[in-house]
């Protein structure tokens, strides 16, 4: 049995074939191995992966402060192609010549208005009418309404309402107001002599000294000394400096922006800044004090310049301190020469109304001082005309006191003389006229229009030489005004002026005569006349109309 089981464990071996028996054994081995090659792949795969991955986080946190660096760069410059000899280089704007000025001419001959010229705004005649445009000054500070609040008021100005105060003093805002105004080419050129005239005799120092100012004269006819009336050479020389310099800011030229006259306006206002007390005072009385304060608030307001303000606002302070009380204590009036009295004057308190107007309009506080001068011109102007309530506003004349006495409401006339006498041309009525128009009298208004009938009817000047006070005031409040008044005033005034102004003969060209002048103060002299005539002839532009030039009387 055991051999059956043998033979057929044998028989059976024998149908298994040897090549078959291999290839089942290999395909064993083979299934096997690629089992394992799989295996190991996928692992080598995410060992690779891993390993990038963490090689990526490692470089991204080590470069990332790195990536925040700018790397340098190396500019190579390429030179420009050569240029044909025909070939001009290009500028970025145009220069211009600083010597260029207005296509004016002086001549004696009475000139058209300038509306009839071609004068094109681009074609400046100055530095900085196109490179620096001159700041104009507070936007709100128009004549044509007023402030609430605080009592205070709007400067004076009103040509378009942004404008500002200054608004019209220079480049195409100058031309345009000139024309509008009635101006001519003949008046441009008096205004540009009498700046050069202030210039030559300017003293090395600054000044304009009432009396050594003729030390400065460059040539064989010299100029003559003037003599101080009712004060010292000092102080008629602080007055002096103030007009100069009120008379190039009102053609536009101040001491920081380029032109032809910076440097003689710096002078002129370091050398009043120089003088100033402590207390901020110039000079001595309210008269040099409010003038020199003028031209320090208005170079202040075209500029910004903050060396003025302190200087500026010091002179303001001043002013306000000596204002006049009403007895109540409740609000201010006028001015006298120094301290409050009850003595208003009309012509100190013009100086110090105009010096507080170009403050504001710089941006400096004047408090409510205003308010008060708006009481004492009320208050004077009614004690001087009782009947004004049934005055026409339209025919009617009314008048203005010297000085108005605030225990006794007495008021005297002509400069002292208790008597009204029309005619002389010695009364107040312009310095009303004019703080009339400051203080926010408009058209129709009976004070503003029964002064202004009074200036025409008595105080147009006939010729050369007049009242150049009178002449500046009164030039000042027609302009106001406007229409036909101003129209009749002035194709008398410009062309007298134009026609009296020294030309051509040594250090006297530019400048206007004053020896037969008749009014308080007129023998400071040659300064002080040619300063008057100057400002008159700017009046076109140093301050725009209230009334835009609507008044149609």
């Not at 991955?53 to 192609?81: H, M």
């Not at 050569?82 to 280089?89: A, H, I, R």
């Not at 076109?540 to 209230?546: I, L, M, P, S």
């Amino acid at each position: 049995m055991i051999e059956e089981k043998t033979d057929g464990a044998t028989e059976d071996a024998e149908l298994i074939d040897p090549a078959t028996e291999d290839a089942a054994a290999q395909d064993d081995t083979d299934g096997g191995n690629r089992r394992y090659a799989w295996m190991v792949s996928w692992l080598v795969s995410g060992a690779l992966h891993a390993t990038a991955l963490l090689l990526a986080g490692t470089i991204y946190f080590l470069t990332a402060d790195a990536e925040q660096e700018i790397p340098p760069v190396r500019l190579t410059s390429i030179p420009p192609p050569p240029m044909k000899k025909e070939d001009k280089p290009k500028e970025e704007r145009e220069l211009l010549d600083p010597k260029v000025v207005l296509d004016i001419e002086s001549k004696n001959d009475v000139v058209a208005p300038i509306t009839q010229l071609d004068l094109p705004d681009e074609n400046s005649s100055r530095e900085e009418e196109n490179d620096a445009p001159v700041p104009k000054g507070r936007e709100e500070a128009v004549a044509d309404s007023e402030m609430g609040g605080q009592g205070a008021f709007m400067a004076i100005g009103a040509g378009g309402g942004s404008a500002g105060m200054f608004g019209s003093r220079t480049g195409g805002g100058r031309k345009r107001a000139v024309g509008r105004g009635g101006g001519s080419k003949g008046s441009e050129s008096s205004v540009e002599a009498a700046l050069r005239w202030f210039k030559k005799h300017q003293a090395p120092t600054g000044e304009w000294h009432v009396e050594k100012y003729v030390a400065n004269c460059t040539e064989a006819q010299k100029c003559e000394p003037g003599r101080p009336e009712h004060c010292d050479a000092e102080q008629s020389t602080v007055a002096l400096t103030g007009y100069a310099v009120l008379a190039f800011l009102g053609a536009g030229y101040d001491h920081k922006t380029p032109n032809r006259y910076r440097q003689v306006v710096k002078l002129g206002l370091d050398w009043l800044v120089a003088q100033q007390k402590p207390d901020g005072l110039l000079g001595v009385r309210n008269y040099e004090h409010p003038v020199a304060t003028m031209a320090l608030a208005e170079a202040y307001a075209m500029t910004s310049d903050p060396a003025l303000r302190g200087p500026a606002q010091k002179a303001v302070d001043l002013l306000v301190s000596r204002q006049n009380q009403d007895a109540s204590g409740g609000y201010g009036l006028g001015w006298d020469y120094t301290r409050p009295t009850n003595r208003n004057d009309s012509s100190v308190t013009g100086w110090c109304v105009m010096a507080l107007k170009s403050a504001y309009a710089g941006g400096i506080n004047v408090g409510n001082s205003m308010e008060g001068a708006k009481q004492w011109l009320d208050k004077a102007w009614k004690a001087t005309n009782p009947g004004w309530a049934s005055l026409d506003p339209y025919k009617g004349l009314s008048d203005f006191p010297y000085t108005w006495d605030t225990a006794s409401n007495v008021v005297h006339h002509n400069f002292g003389s208790p008597v009204l006498v029309r005619g002389l041309g010695r009364d107040c009525a312009p310095m009303g006229l004019v703080c009339a128009v400051f203080l926010g009298h408009r058209a129709g208004d009976i004070m503003l229009e029964t002064l202004g009938n009074h200036v025409a009817e008595f105080q147009t000047p006939q010729k050369y030489p007049t009242n150049t006070y009178y002449l500046y005031y009164n030039t000042l409040g027609m302009f106001q005004l406007g229409g036909k008044r101003w129209e009749a005033w002035n194709s008398k005034v410009r062309d007298m002026l134009i026609g009296a102004q020294r030309k051509g003969d040594g250090c006297f060209d530019g400048s206007w005569d004053w020896t037969a002048a008749d009014f308080p103060g007129a023998g400071n002299g040659r300064v002080l006349s040619t300063a008057y005539c100057t400002l008159s002839l700017e009046v076109y532009y140093r301050y725009a109309q209230v009334q835009a030039g609507k008044g149609k009387r």
